[in-house]
């Protein structure tokens, strides 16, 4: 066995009571866990300040003077023992709560001291408490520059298991390790990246001999956690490609054509161009197409997809488009009927609400091949509906669709479709990469030309009468507003703003114009009603909940109020914001909040007022909440957990472990060449096919 797999209890100084509370609060098991147990932060202990140089910015400080005296203060549990300590440039009190009896035998007067803690103020004056305290001897001697600090919980420190106690063990740990441990990464990876050798990496990642060295250890240990993660996605995207055949268009037809010259109203953007290649392309090659095409809320991403089809019709297949919500698939059903009016082609609708007599009509027709494309909501994908020659299948808004509802449309033509997933909500380049790792993905990062961006402002609840004031200036000049809750019924925890008050609120607010409300739990028929009465506007505001969320597409609307804009996430907040500015005028989104937010709302508010990129939104979301809140992971969870590497900050690592990755599974797709056993073992250790959920197919 191993020494990385010995139990953690005969490291000395942990012992089995010890080592249970390890095992519990931070799952480490073995001599290997604990020595992946990194570090989170290093402290400077090369420098020594002057008291008079403290200030508030210092986590921790390192001083060099000595004690003038002690003093005592208070009675038994409740005694304090203060040390006056002074280095010719000011004082500072030590302080120790515990623990007295010996401090007060170990430390001398007017001897040289070197002191480190955190200082804080107190009462007007520099306090450290509870200081690590070391005999101050020449330069040379003083504990190395770099000390690694390590987490640990209120438990663990309950057992005296503190940072400075987990660096001990640590240290322990290596003096059972007689021989250097085997590499975990295969010798031709180690050369090419030029990477530190695995043991080197561990010892300096605990104990840094220097601060390059520290970066290279952290470097190569970065680089492992992400290599493997990607390795396991290329793999297993080589694995896929290679097994699945795909319907191959091979022309551009008849009916793309005309559409092309005759009825496309504006010129295509470079970004729309560009991925109709990139799926020309996959849709060529013979292989099935798993692409999932990201473009910000406005940014033309249905026009893709419609031309999309036309290629699929043109080469003999239907095709067919899934929306999440009743009222999207309306809406697209009037965008596509719009855009092919005319063209000798056939588009049905098929939702929960179809009739039976329709119903039946459709299936008909989509048996028979008379029907296109088929547009619709999750009943599209029921056992009855068979598709005469289903080719190509576009998913729009993806995260609200589970794999498993996805994995049904592939029963539905003897080969799997092409699958176009659409999302208006921006996933971090490196999360898509991790994430959603074995899809291909293609971005549309330009907006259609003319757009004027929406101008966001951010105000406080208790001064809506200008608000109010402004939104009736809007509606007087022809346009309408929606104004967004975040719940529909009275949480007595949360003091949230009810939909149903905020509705009668806002009618008694404007007597003089229509007001329209809709939530969720409406039936599709009333939804479909109130729709309908805004987009014509005859109701010129709409109470709603983040039901318009998605996809809504009324182009005169210019005003959105988002109420309890701090509920809300930043991606949620975008998305919402999407909804206006979809039309020539100057739109408005308006987030309103208490007075009092914390700083991490303050933020997202700062950052909703300053961008209108949803990159940038998504990227400000990845850093305030971590990947594991992250909308569109949310469902799933992220399938690995980071320890070290950082998808923010490490994205060029990131992409270089890609790359690798990519050239040794070309090279060696099965990891069958010997020098690459150890990273199927690795692989085999990381527990393989985790990552599978992430694929669309
Ligand atoms: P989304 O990406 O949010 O689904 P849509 O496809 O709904 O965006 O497009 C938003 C609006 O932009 C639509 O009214 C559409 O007709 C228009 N549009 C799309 N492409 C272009 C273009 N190249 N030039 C001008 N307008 C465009
Ligand atoms: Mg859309």
């Not at 101050?136 to 209120?154: C, K």
């Not at 940038?616 to 979301?621: G, K, L, N, Q, R």
């Not at 690795?682 to 694929?695: F, I, K, M, P, T």
Request: with cysteine; hydrophobic share 40%; glycine share 8%.
């Amino acid at each position: 066995m191993s020494i990385l797999q010995t139990d953690i209890k005969f490291v000395p100084g942990v012992g089995p009571k010890r080592a249970e509370i390890l095992n519990k609060e931070i799952n480490l098991f073995t001599v290997g866990d604990l020595l992946r147990w990194y570090p989170y932060r290093y402290i400077d202990r090369s420098r020594i300040y002057y008291i008079h140089e403290i200030d508030n910015s210092m986590a921790y400080i390192q001083l060099k003077g000595r004690i003038t005296a002690f003093e005592s203060f208070g009675e038994g549990r409740r005694r304090r023992l203060v040390a006056h300590f002074t280095d010719g440039t000011g004082f500072v009190d030590l302080v120790w709560f515990q623990g007295i009896r010996f401090i007060e035998g170990k430390y001398k007067l007017n001897q040289e001291y070197v002191v480190f803690g955190k200082p804080t103020l107190f009462n007007g004056k520099w306090n450290i408490a509870h200081p690590d305290i070391d005999p101050f001897m020449n330069e040379s001697d003083r504990p190395e520059g770099l000390m690694a600090m390590y987490n640990t919980t209120e438990k663990m420190k309950n057992h005296y298991l503190n940072s400075r106690a987990m660096q001990k063990i640590i240290d322990n740990a290596f003096g059972l390790i007689k021989e250097r441990l085997p590499e975990t990464l295969s010798s031709d990876v180690v050369k090419e990246v030029k990477l530190m050798p695995f043991h080197d990496a561990l010892e300096n990642i605990h104990f840094p001999k220097s601060a390059p060295l520290l970066r290279d250890a952290e470097y190569r240990l970065k680089f492992e956690e992400l290599f493997y993660i990607q390795l396991n996605i290329v793999r297993y995207a080589s694995e896929r490609k290679g097994k699945l055949n795909g319907f191959i268009f091979r022309r551009v037809g008849d009916h793309l054509n005309s559409f092309y010259k005759q009825k496309l109203p504006f010129p295509l953007t470079n970004a729309q161009k560009r991925v109709i290649k990139e799926i020309r392309k996959d849709t060529a090659s013979g292989k099935q197409m798993n692409r999932l095409l990201q473009g910000d809320v406005g940014s033309g991403k249905t026009l893709v997809a419609i031309m999309c089809m036309l290629i699929a019709l043109d080469n003999g297949y239907q095709s067919c488009l899934m929306a999440p919500t009743e009222i999207l698939a309306s809406q697209h059903l009037e965008t596509f009927s719009e855009m092919l009016s005319g063209m000798d082609l056939r588009v049905e609708l098929l939702t929960g609400s179809t009739k039976k007599k329709e119903r039946d009509e459709i299936h008909a027709g989509l048996q028979s091949g008379e029907v296109d494309i088929l547009i619709g909501t999750h009943a599209l994908i029921e056992d009855t509906v068979q598709f005469n020659n289903l080719g190509f299948v576009v998913i729009d808004e993806q995260h609200r669709f589970g794999v498993a509802q996805r994995a049904k449309l592939w029963t539905k033509n003897n080969q799997p479709p092409h699958v176009l997933v659409m999302t208006a909500t921006p996933i971090p380049r490196t999360l898509a990469m991790t994430v959603y790792g074995d899809l291909d993905v293609s971005v549309i990062d330009e907006l259609p030309p003319g757009r004027k961006p929406v101008q966001t402002l951010h105000r406080y609840d208790k001064k809506r009468g200008a608000l109010y004031e402004f939104i009736r200036e809007q509606i007087r000049v022809g346009r309408q507003a929606y104004i967004v809750y975040p719940l529909i019924e009275e949480s007595e925890k949360l003091d949230l703003k009810n939909l149903e008050e905020g509705y009668l609120h806002v009618k008694e607010a404007f007597p003089e114009f229509n007001v329209c409300k809709m939530h969720g739990r409406m039936k599709p028929a009333e939804k479909d009603e109130v729709m309908r009465r805004f987009v014509v506007n005859e109701a010129q505001i709409m109470v709603s909940t983040t039901v318009i969320e998605v996809g809504v597409n009324v182009p005169n609307a210019s005003v959105m109020v988002i109420e309890s804009a701090q509920r809300f996430g930043l991606s949620q907040l975008h998305q919402l914001r999407g909804r206006v500015g979809r039309g020539a005028d100057q739109s408005y989104c308006v987030l309103i909040t208490p007075y009092e937010i914390s700083s991490d709302t303050r933020k997202r508010m700062e950052i909703m007022t300053e961008s209108n990129d949803g990159f940038v939104i998504a990227e400000a979301d990845l850093k305030l909440r971590g990947p594991g809140d992250l909308e569109g992971t949310q469902q799933s969870g992220i399938p690995f957990d980071l320890r070290i590497a950082d998808l923010v900050k490490d994205s060029n690592i990131l992409y270089l472990t890609r790359e690798i990755a990519e050239d040794l599974i070309e090279k060696d797709p099965k990891l069958e060449q010997p020098e690459h056993l150890v990273l199927k073992q690795q692989l085999g250790r990381l527990g393989g096919n985790r990552y599978e959920w992430g694929r669309i197919s």
